[in-house]
C-alpha cells in the first residue's frame, strides 16, 4: 500500500508538533522517520494509523484519503515502544484476540497463532503470560501480533528501544529479513540514526516537526541537505565548525582550504562540515595544522580520535584505521582535503556537498 | 591526581549510606507506630461490640469496666433475634445494598470512562459537575429527592432507595473509577485499535478486566457504605417490612431513652459478618486498587 502524507499538521494547544509535512512512503518500501525527541516523528507515525487526529492536512491510503477514518478502519499494525501486550491475556490470546472478529474460524486462528509463533521463535511461549517474558520475547509477541493479521501497513514506534544493545542489533537483522519476507509497506520511528542508517530503503529525517530531508540512508549521509541532517546522520558526528571567506577560499581559522566545487565568494557561508572518516592524521610536519590527542576511543572496527588543535582551540573527531593507535597528547598532523568538506550557506542549506563520484565515504 | 584523592569520596559514600539506613529504620518504626494506633483504634470498639453481645444484662454498663466478658452468653442473641423482622431486614438489607452497587457501578463505569478516555465537547465542566455532587451534604440532597420520590411514588421502595443511593454515590463513583482509567497504560487500548477491535469490545475485554482493582475497590466502598447507611434509609423507607438492619437496630432503644446495649451490640456484630465478607473476598483487588491510587 502507498501512503501519501499531505501537507500534514498537528498541534496539541499552541504546541506544533508536526509542521506541514508531506511525503509519500511506496508501496512495499521501508522507511525510517528519525529524529531527536520531540521531532514530532512519533505524532506521524500516530496521524498515519489514525491514533490523532491532524489538525491539517491529509492521508492517503493508495490514493485514498484516510484521514477520517478511525483505526479500525485502516488494515494497519502498530508496534508500540512498550510492546502494550494485554497483561492479563496469554501471549495465544494477545495474538488470536484481534483475529476473532475477522470471521476467521478458530482452528484457522489457531493455526495461523502457531505459525507465526514458529517463525519469530516463541512457539514454546504461547500459554505463559506476557509479564514472565524475556524484553525480546515480548518484542516478539508484539511483532507476532501484528504479523498474524496480515496487515497492508506496518507501523513501528521504537520498537527496539527498550532492548539490550545485542539484542536490538540482532532484532534489527530479524526486522529486515521479516520485511524482505512479507513486503509490507512499513513505517518505522527511531531516534537512533544508526538504526535508520543501516534499516531502511528511504530515512525521512525530522526536526522540530518539520521534514527536512527524505532520501536514501546513504544520501542522507553524502549529501545532507542542511547543518541539522549533516549534523544528526553519521556516528562519529560530522565536525561542523564557523567559516569566513578568507585567503583565497574558506578559512575555519585552523584551516585555510581552496573553495570546493561551485562555492565562490558570492557563497554567503557559515559553517563547514567535515566528516571524522575525512579528516586526516599524519606526521606533525605533514598536516595543514597541527593537534593534540585529547581522547583515543577504540570502537572496534575503527578507531576515534578527539583532537584539539593546538592554533585555534579547535575541536575535531577524526576516524582511523584499527591498527593505528594514537596515545593521549601525543601531537600529530592534520589535513583536510576541501573535496571531502560540506558547506552551508548562511541559512544552514548545503552549499557543497563531495558527492563526486569514487569519493562519497560509503561507495569506497 | 594523589593517591589519597578517592578516600574522602568513599568516607562521603559510607557516611550517606549510614544515614540513609538510618533515616529508613526510623521511618519504619514511625510507620509502625501509626499503623499500630491505627488499629488499635479501629479493633477496640469492635472487639467492645463483641464483649457486649456476649454479656448478660446486669454485666453490661459495669464501672470499672471488665473488658474479658466473665460468664460469657448467647442470651443477647437469642433475645435480640425475638424483637424484630431480621430476616426480612437482612433480606432487604442485602438487595438494597447489593443493588446499589450493581445499578451505581453500571452509571458511573461508562461516565467515568468516557471522562477519562474520550473526548467530547463539554467533558471537563462535565466532570467538575461530577466532583461537584461530592460536596453536597447528604442532608441538603436529602429534602428535594424525598419530595421528588413522593411525586414519582417512590418512597417506602426498595427501588426508590438504591436510587436516592445511587444519585448520592454516583460522584464518588465517578471520581473513583475517573482516576483509575486514568493511570491505565492508553496504548493497550490503541493496540486494540489498530488492531480492528470495535470501542466496545475494548471496553469490555480490555479495559474492564484490567480496571478490576478499581471496580472491586469502587464495589467494597458502595456496598460497605449502603449497608451501614442510616439517614436515608430512615427516611425513605417508613413501613417496618420495608427496614435495613441499620434502621431495625432502632428497636433496643426504649421508650425512656433505655438501651439493650447487649442485644444492640449482639445484632451489630451479626450484621457486620456480611461487610467482613465482601470485604474478604474482594480483599486482594481492594489492597492492589488502593495502591493503585496512591500511585498518582
Not at chain 1, 506521524?44 to 491532524?54: F, H, Q, S, V
Not at chain 1, 490470546?93 to 509463533?117: C, P, Q, Y
Not at chain 2, 568513599?10 to 550517606?16: G, H, K, Q
Request: glycine share 8%; proline share 6%; with cysteine.
Amino acid at each position: 500500500m502507498e501512503i501519501t502524507i499531505d501537507g500534514l499538521t498537528k498541534k496539541f494547544g499552541d504546541l506544533v508538533a508536526v509542521d506541514d509535512v508531506s511525503f509519500t512512503i511506496e508501496d512495499g518500501a521501508f522507511v525510517t522517520l528519525v529524529g531527536p525527541s520531540g521531532c514530532g516523528k512519533t505524532t506521524t507515525l500516530r496521524c498515519i494509523a489514525g491514533l490523532e487526529r491532524p489538525t491539517s492536512g491529509r492521508i492517503l491510503f493508495d490514493g485514498e484519503a484516510v484521514t477520517e477514518q478511525p483505526p479500525q478502519e485502516r488494515d494497519i499494525a502498530f508496534v508500540f515502544q512498550d510492546y502494550a501486550l494485554y497483561p492479563h491475556m496469554t501471549v495465544r490470546k494477545n495474538m488470536a484476540f484481534a483475529l476473532e472478529d475477522g470471521g476467521m474460524s478458530a482452528d484457522r486462528i489457531e493455526k495461523t497463532v502457531e505459525e507465526t509463533a514458529e517463525m519469530l521463535g516463541i512457539a514454546d511461549q504461547l500459554d505463559k503470560r506476557p509479564s514472565s517474558l524475556s524484553g525480546g520475547q515480548q518484542q516478539r509477541v508484539a511483532l507476532g501480533r501484528s504479523i498474524v493479521r496480515d496487515p497492508e501497513v506496518f507501523l513501528l514506534d521504537e520498537p527496539l528501544a527498550n532492548l539490550d544493545a545485542k539484542l536490538r542489533v540482532r532484532m534489527r537483522t530479524e526486522l529486515q529479513e521479516l520485511h524482505q519476507r512479507l513486503g509490507t509497506t512499513t513505517v518505522y520511528v527511531t531516534h537512533d540514526q544508526e538504526e535508520a542508517l543501516t534499516m531502511s530503503d528511504r530515512i525521512a529525517i525530522l526536526d522540530d516537526g518539520q521534514l527536512q530531508q527524505i532520501s536514501s540512508p546513504d544520501e542522507a549521509y553524502t549529501h545532507p541537505v542542511n547543518e541539522f541532517v549533516a549534523g544528526f546522520i553519521g556516528s562519529p558526528a560530522m565536525n561542523i565548525v564557523p567559516c569566513y571567506h578568507g585567503g583565497d577560499g574558506l578559512s575555519t581559522g585552523a584551516f585555510d582550504l581552496e573553495y570546493p566545487g561551485n562555492v565562490d565568494e558570492t557563497t554567503t557561508v557559515r559553517s563547514l562540515g567535515v566528516r571524522p572518516e575525512d579528516v586526516g592524521l599524519t606526521e606533525p610536519s605533514g598536516g595543514q595544522t597541527t593537534a593534540e590527542v585529547r581522547v583515543f576511543e577504540h570502537v572496534g572496527a575503527f578507531n576515534v580520535v578527539y583532537l584539539q588543535v593546538d592554533s585555534h582551540d579547535e575541536d575535531l573527531v577524526a576516524q582511523v584505521p584499527r591498527a593505528q593507535k594514537l596515545s593521549p597528547g601525543r601531537t600529530v598532523g592534520v589535513s583536510i582535503d576541501p573535496r571531502d568538506t560540506h558547506v552551508f550557506d548562511e541559512k544552514g542549506e548545503a552549499a557543497f556537498n563531495p558527492r563526486l563520484e569514487g569519493e562519497s565515504p560509503l561507495e569506497q | 591526581m594523589s593517591v589519597d584523592d578517592p578516600l574522602p569520596e568513599l568516607n562521603d559514600d559510607a557516611s550517606t549510606s549510614a544515614e540513609h539506613v538510618g533515616a529508613s529504620s526510623w521511618r519504619r518504626t514511625t510507620t509502625f507506630v501509626i499503623l499500630l494506633v491505627v488499629s488499635i483504634a479501629i479493633l477496640v470498639p469492635l472487639y467492645w461490640m463483641v464483649a457486649t453481645s456476649l454479656k448478660p444484662e446486669n454485666l453490661v454498663g459495669l464501672f470499672p469496666p471488665n473488658f474479658v466478658p466473665a460468664k460469657p452468653t448467647l442470651a443477647p442473641y437469642l433475645n435480640a433475634l425475638d424483637q424484630g423482622s431480621w430476616g426480612t431486614w437482612f433480606f432487604n438489607t442485602i438487595v438494597i445494598s447489593v443493588g446499589t452497587t450493581v445499578l451505581t457501578l453500571a452509571i458511573a463505569l461508562p461516565a467515568a470512562y468516557a471522562l477519562a478516555r474520550k473526548e467530547f465537547p463539554g467533558a471537563k465542566p462535565l466532570y467538575v459537575l461530577f466532583l461537584g455532587i461530592l460536596m453536597i451534604p447528604a442532608q441538603i440532597l436529602l429534602i428535594p429527592l424525598y419530595v421528588l420520590f413522593v411525586k414519582l411514588h417512590l418512597v417506602n421502595t426498595r427501588l426508590g432507595l438504591m436510587l436516592a443511593y445511587a444519585t448520592f454515590f454516583l460522584g464518588f463513583s465517578v471520581f473513583l473509577l475517573h482516576s483509575f482509567f486514568t493511570n491505565l497504560p492508553q496504548n493497550l487500548e490503541d493496540a486494540a485499535r489498530v488492531g480492528g477491535i470495535s470501542e466496545w469490545k475494548i471496553f469490555l475485554r480490555i479495559v474492564l478486566p484490567l480496571a478490576k482493582p478499581g471496580l472491586a475497590t469502587t464495589g467494597v466502598f458502595l456496598f460497605v457504605f449502603t449497608w451501614n447507611e442510616f439517614l436515608f434509609a430512615l427516611t425513605f423507607l417508613q413501613g417496618k417490612a420495608m427496614y435495613t438492619i441499620s434502621v431495625g437496630l432502632r428497636v433496643f432503644q426504649g421508650n425512656h431513652n433505655t438501651v439493650l446495649y447487649n442485644q444492640l451490640f449482639a445484632m451489630s456484630t451479626l450484621s457486620t459478618i456480611p461487610v467482613i465478607l465482601v470485604f474478604a473476598y474482594f480483599s486482594e483487588e481492594f489492597i492492589q486498587g488502593i495502591a493503585g491510587l496512591e500511585l498518582q
